[in-house]
């Protein structure tokens, strides 16, 4: 009786979806994304604003960034997170992490500049409120040396992980992902 439009059916396919992702199962997963966020964007229960929708264009967004379809990428995640910041403020949690996003996509289409400004911002935040040992300060350190090594800017990279990954960092155990990267 739920139907394709019902809540739980599109939650449940958005979860679906990042379930073939994780398996290797791109292109299934990229279809089902953008099925539903279609039917989100043409419900009158959901819309453009509304919190599914907008992070099944998340979702979306990265599999299209899978695909290698990097400005349709851009395009979503740059209106997304717009979305996000006028409806949630600047230092949302939410904006944050679709601010992670923008700068991934800005990455992946050459717009190291743009993504250097979105993670530095990231990277601030994380480290002002989680402190220098935290991963998401660690994984946001590593996303602005993708950056500046886009960039040129090879010294600015050693520095960067002489202050961030030149010493112990607590519980994290040199196999740690963040310290992998």
């Known amino acids: 009786d739920l139907g394709p439009d019902d809540?739980?059916?599109?939650?449940a396919t958005r979860e679906w979806a990042n379930a073939l992702r994780a398996l290797g199962d791109?292109?299934?997963?990229?279809?089902?994304?953008e099925q539903a966020r279609s039917r989100m964007l043409t419900n009158t229960n959901y819309g453009e604003d509304h919190p599914h929708t907008l992070v099944m264009a998340l979702s979306f967004a990265a599999d299209c960034r899978i695909a290698g379809d990097y400005d349709q990428?851009?395009?979503i995640d740059t209106e997304t997170h717009q979305r996000y910041v006028e409806k949630y403020g600047q230092t949302s949690s939410r904006t944050v992490?679709?601010?992670?996003n923008l700068a991934v996509s800005l990455r992946l289409a050459g717009d190291f500049a743009g993504a250097e400004e979105?993670?530095?911002?990231?990277?601030?935040r994380h480290f002002s409120s989680?402190?220098?040992?935290?991963v998401k300060t660690l994984a946001s350190a590593h996303a602005l040396a993708e950056d500046l090594y886009g960039l040129g800017r090879y010294l600015e990279i050693i520095e960067l992980y002489d202050l961030y990954f030149g010493r112990?960092?607590?519980?994290l155990r040199p196999t740690h992902p963040a310290m992998l990267l």
């Open 7 to 11: 809540e739980l059916v599109l939650r």
């Open 26 to 33: 791109y292109e299934r997963a990229r279809e089902l994304t």
């Open 73 to 75: 990428a851009l395009a």
């Open 97 to 100: 992490s679709s601010g992670h």
């Open 118 to 124: 979105f993670d530095r911002s990231e990277l601030e």
């Open 130 to 134: 989680l402190g220098s040992d935290h």
């Open 168 to 171: 112990t960092h607590g519980d």
